[in-house]
């Protein structure tokens, strides 16, 4: 009887581990897709500054707690995507160089619309790493509209270049089928041209030979 209260007493707490680990995991879903997705350091939940070592040790840490694989949150495979997103755009050298630059820019923007230096206490306290945070969102929104409108512009412009270049093989095409054609009849061409001729020799030796019978003296 001991023996079965203390299977139950473990079994039980089996459960309520594997409830706990769930949980976690749960939250730690709910966080990443909840994180600004512009914000890779955001959704690894990772502070600018950070090492390659620590983004790599971070998200294999993350990775392998909300695999798919390992949870029963629907949830799990967009969560488990846009981490590994997120790690490799702060792997890839310029993504990381440019959303630096922009959290950069989102701090220089808050401290002169306050009229803060680098001294000010503000920029100590949470209300300031919130505000950061939102204008850090502001900034990205920003750059990455004006990247689409370029990436349009871009494709507009190649676009009429493809135009450009179809135009010119076309008439390309055009001018090889003339030449073909007019190759092709050439000799065509010639036999009606002796034709021609053969016949206008003959009408013209005709016609002389009447001329001089019409101009014979009359005896």
Request: hydrophobic share 30%; proline share 3%.
């Amino acid at each position: 009887m001991a023996d079965a209260d203390a299977d139950d007493g473990r079994d039980a707490l089996d459960i309520l581990e594997s409830e706990n680990k769930e949980a976690v995991k749960d939250d730690e879903i709910e966080r990443i897709l909840s994180a600004f997705r512009l914000d890779a350091y955001a959704v690894l939940g990772l502070q600018p500054g950070v090492t390659e070592s620590d983004i790599k040790v971070t998200y294999r840490k993350k990775s392998l707690l909300i695999h798919p694989d390992k949870t029963r949150n629907p949830r799990a495979p967009d969560a488990f995507d846009r981490l590994k997103k997120a790690q490799n755009e702060l792997m890839d050298e310029k993504h990381r160089e440019r959303l630096d630059e922009a959290i950069a820019d989102a701090r220089m923007l808050l401290m002169r619309e306050n009229k803060w230096n680098v001294d000010s206490p503000e920029l100590k306290t949470d209300d300031f790493k919130r505000k950061w945070a939102d204008k850090t969102k502001y900034v990205l929104i920003d750059n990455e509209q004006r990247r689409q409108r370029q990436l349009r512009a871009q494709m507009q412009e190649e676009g009429r270049e493809q135009r450009r270049e179809d135009e010119e093989l076309e008439a390309r095409k055009r001018k090889r089928q003339h030449d073909q054609d007019w190759e092709a009849t050439r000799d065509q061409r010639i036999n009606s041209w002796r034709s021609f001729q053969k016949g206008k020799s003959s009408g013209e030796s005709s016609g002389g030979a009447k001329k001089k019978k019409k101009l014979k003296p009359i005896g």
